[in-house]
């Protein structure tokens, strides 16, 4: 569905069918200008014209996903293919500032390859508090490519391997792939993908099942979690592979993939999912027995990305009927949520692909990306959070971009991520010549998210939460700084954090019970209590300087809060 960039929207006064006033025809005039710019558009200040393109290889270079470092800058990971010494793909790094300009000062003149024997990819990428970066991928293979290493790798935010981290930076996991990773709150990487099944050119011998990898801080295997740090759960028996993970606020790994129909393989595939609890092993309240899997009609139907809401509903999107696009919301429970599209499940009609990745924004639309058509193989779909089409965005809910080639092979698919302003940056790998690709970005614009005016907004991410602003109040008054102020405390999208975030606390006025002092006991506790919403002698109970003459009562409390630092940071 192709969408002109160069149309810009009118307003909704200026389409309706009477304009009161010449005032008003004047303002049509000015807004319908090309300084307004409709949602789901090209950003013009972003790159060249909205999209950024960078070539490393000179060859077939493929993006794969896209994060944002704490200063704004953004990182693409993808893989490289190379000539020398042997001909293969290998893991790589580009950097872009917030306003889309390659940054040579990453790496070797703005790139990070990482040298691997072998094959080399990677697949998915994560961002730290401190701003290291963490990639999930393969990191090296024998001759053939039929063995292949799953690894874990972190880099400093100037793109130098962290050699803190794993041997030189990187773990290799096991034998296998790692198509997706996510980051606990209290740093550990999971990763998951498919391990324990052979396939050569393309040829299954045997059956690959899910692996779910967990990694500790220095880099080592999680003892904690399953057998030795590795989960491996079979579906059915057939050839299972993960490329979707997500970690609940409780801790909980929802881990979905492709699985083969154990009636119509080795052609078919269904949509799975599984839940994990945190210690690896299979939830069973989940679903049927910890298990969710779902036939539409037939075909290759696999998940592409998932993502938790903060209502603990679950997002997939992927593939579904061979080759369309679809949705998926489960309940927190794992069961079909019958509330969101058609029966819990969005397909759209005219797409020829399949959904690669999905962002859920602060006021709780769903963008979501992928492959649409030949001509145009990238596009953007917003939902409403009940999974219709956004009107409002792009053309009838759509954007298509000029950008991306097939995926080939497992990787190649659009990733996206979300900026707090809601602006969504697209990564996608380009056409240069025959057989020649390169990374591209392409940043779109939105509207931005109604800002609650609250001082406690610790970190200034335009949502003001009791579970992030009031615990980072806490942290700061017990005295914790750097990374163990902000580990898991940020909330989405934040704009603030390490020193500015210490910073920013340090001019804040925190004598909530009025005695003069700053305390994590007191005023800290009743802060934190406050923006729960509790009152009276809930409030106050145990946390209040009773000895001093100024102390205040409850009432006071939440009246000084509000005249201190706005009424929006009560519930």
Same mark, same amino acid.
């Given at each position: 569905?192709?969408?002109?960039?160069?149309?810009?929207?009118?307003?909704?006064?200026c389409?309706?069918r009477?304009?009161a006033?010449?005032?008003?025809?004047f303002?049509?005039?000015?807004?319908?200008?090309?300084?307004?710019a409709?949602?789901?558009q090209?950003?013009?200040?972003?790159?060249?014209?909205?999209?950024a393109?960078?070539?490393?290889?000179?060859?077939?270079?493929?993006?794969n996903?896209i994060?944002?470092q704490p200063?704004?800058?953004?990182?693409?990971?993808?893989?490289?293919?190379?000539?020398?010494?042997?001909?293969?793909?290998?893991?790589?790094?580009?950097?872009?500032s917030?306003?889309?300009v390659?940054?040579?000062?990453?790496?070797?003149?703005?790139?990070?390859?990482?040298?691997?024997?072998?094959?080399?990819?990677?697949?998915?990428?994560?961002?730290?508090?401190d701003?290291?970066?963490v990639?999930?991928?393969?990191c090296?293979?024998?001759?053939?490519?039929i063995?292949?290493?799953?690894?874990v790798?972190?880099?400093?935010?100037?793109?130098?391997?962290?050699?803190?981290?794993?041997?030189?930076?990187q773990?290799?996991?096991?034998?296998g792939?790692?198509?997706?990773?996510?980051?606990?709150?209290?740093?550990?990487?999971v990763?998951?993908?498919?391990c324990g099944?052979?396939?050569?050119?393309?040829?299954?011998?045997?059956?690959f099942?899910f *692996? &779910?990898? !967990?990694? #500790?801080?220095t =880099?080592?295997?999680?003892?904690? /979690?399953g057998?030795? +740090? @590795?989960v $491996?759960?079979?579906?059915d028996?057939?050839?299972?592979?993960?490329?979707?993970l997500?970690?609940?606020?409780?801790?909980?790994?929802?881990?979905?993939?492709?699985?083969?129909?154990?009636?119509?393989?080795?052609?078919?595939?269904?949509?799975c999912?599984?839940?994990?609890?945190?210690d690896?092993?299979l939830?069973?309240?989940?679903?049927?027995?910890?298990?969710?899997?779902?036939?539409?009609?037939?075909?290759?139907e696999?998940?592409?990305?998932?993502r938790?809401?903060t209502?603990?509903?679950?997002?997939?999107?992927?593939?579904?009927?061979?080759n369309?696009w *679809? &949705?998926? !919301?489960? #309940?927190?429970? =794992?069961?079909?949520d019958?509330? /969101?599209?058609?029966? +819990? @499940?969005? $397909?759209?009609?005219?797409?020829t692909g399949?959904?690669?990745?999905?962002?859920?924004q602060?006021?709780?639309?769903?963008?979501?990306v992928?492959?649409?058509?030949?001509?145009?193989?990238?596009?953007?779909?917003?939902?409403?959070?009940?999974?219709?089409?956004?009107?409002?965005y792009?053309?009838?809910?759509?954007?298509?971009?000029?950008?991306?080639?097939?995926?080939?092979?497992?990787?190649?698919?659009?990733?996206?991520?979300?900026?707090?302003?809601?602006?969504?940056?697209?990564?996608?790998?380009?056409?240069?010549?025959?057989a020649q690709y390169e990374?591209?970005?392409a940043?779109?614009?939105?509207?931005?998210?109604?800002v609650?005016?609250?001082?406690?907004?610790?970190?200034?991410?335009?949502?003001?939460?009791?579970?992030?602003?009031?615990?980072?109040?806490?942290?700061?008054?017990?005295?914790?700084?750097?990374?163990?102020l902000?580990?898991?405390?940020?909330?989405?999208?934040?704009?603030?954090?390490?020193?500015?975030?210490?910073?920013?606390?340090?001019?804040?006025?925190?004598?909530?019970?009025?005695?003069?002092q700053?305390?994590?006991?007191?005023?800290?506790?009743?802060?934190?209590?406050?923006?729960?919403?509790l009152?009276?002698?809930?409030l106050?109970?145990?946390?209040?300087n009773?000895?001093?003459?100024?102390?205040?009562n409850?009432?006071?409390?939440?009246?000084?809060?509000?005249?201190?630092?706005?009424?929006?940071?009560l519930?």
């Amino acid at each position: 569905m192709p969408f002109d960039f160069l149309h810009f929207r009118r307003p909704a006064l200026c389409r309706s069918r009477f304009v009161a006033s010449v005032w008003a025809a004047f303002a049509c005039l000015l807004l319908s200008g090309t300084s307004v710019a409709a949602p789901g558009q090209l950003d013009p200040t972003f790159g060249n014209g909205g999209i950024a393109r960078s070539s490393i290889a000179n060859s077939e270079d493929v993006a794969n996903a896209i994060v944002q470092q704490p200063d704004g800058d953004w990182i693409v990971a993808g893989s490289c293919y190379f000539s020398n010494p042997i001909r293969s793909y290998r893991p790589c790094l580009r950097r872009y500032s917030s306003s889309g300009v390659q940054d040579t000062s990453f790496g070797a003149s703005g790139v990070v390859v990482l040298e691997v024997t072998g094959l080399g990819h990677a697949f998915a990428a994560g961002v730290r508090p401190d701003g290291k970066i963490v990639v999930a991928g393969v990191c090296g293979s024998d001759n053939l490519a039929i063995n292949t290493d799953a690894c874990v790798v972190q880099y400093l935010p100037s793109g130098a391997v962290d050699s803190n981290f794993g041997i030189n930076g990187q773990l290799k996991v096991g034998n296998g792939w790692a198509y997706a990773l996510a980051l606990q709150d209290d740093g550990k990487v999971v990763a998951a993908g498919s391990c324990g099944g052979t396939r050569v050119i393309g040829q299954l011998l045997t059956p690959f099942d899910f *692996c &779910v990898w !967990r990694v #500790t801080l220095t =880099g080592t295997m999680d003892a904690a /979690f399953g057998s030795s +740090g @590795v989960v $491996r759960v079979d579906f059915d028996g057939k050839d299972d592979v993960a490329s979707g993970l997500a970690i609940t606020t409780s801790g909980h790994i929802v881990v979905g993939g492709g699985c083969a129909d154990p009636v119509q393989t080795p052609t078919h595939s269904v949509f799975c999912a599984l839940r994990l609890n945190p210690d690896g092993q299979l939830d069973t309240s989940f679903a049927s027995s910890g298990k969710f899997a779902l036939s539409l009609v037939g075909g290759v139907e696999s998940v592409s990305a998932i993502r938790i809401q903060t209502d603990s509903k679950v997002l997939i999107a992927g593939a579904c009927n061979g080759n369309q696009w *679809c &949705v998926v !919301r489960l #309940t927190a429970g =794992g069961l079909l949520d019958s509330t /969101f599209a058609q029966g +819990g @499940v969005f $397909r759209h009609p005219s797409f020829t692909g399949a959904a690669a990745d999905l962002s859920i924004q602060l006021d709780g639309r769903i963008l979501v990306v992928g492959a649409c058509s030949s001509t145009e193989p990238t596009c953007q779909i917003r939902l409403n959070e009940n999974g219709t089409p956004d009107g409002n965005y792009g053309l009838g809910g759509v954007t298509s971009l000029a950008i991306g080639v097939p995926a080939q092979n497992g990787f190649g698919a659009p990733s996206l991520a979300l900026q707090m302003d809601g602006k969504a940056l697209v990564a996608a790998t380009c056409t240069v010549g025959v057989a020649q690709y390169e990374f591209c970005v392409a940043r779109l614009d939105g509207e931005p998210f109604g800002v609650a005016t609250c001082t406690l907004n610790a970190d200034a991410n335009q949502v003001v939460e009791s579970g992030t602003d009031a615990v980072l109040v806490v942290r700061y008054l017990l005295g914790f700084r750097g990374e163990a102020l902000s580990r898991g405390a940020l909330g989405a999208y934040p704009s603030r954090n390490r020193q500015a975030l210490e910073n920013y606390l340090a001019s804040l006025n925190l004598d909530a019970d009025g005695d003069g002092q700053s305390l994590a006991m007191t005023d800290g506790l009743l802060i934190l209590r406050a923006m729960l919403g509790l009152t009276g002698d809930a409030l106050t109970a145990g946390a209040v300087n009773t000895a001093h003459p100024n102390a205040r009562n409850a009432q006071q409390i939440l009246t000084w809060i509000e005249s201190t630092h706005g009424v929006a940071c009560l519930p």
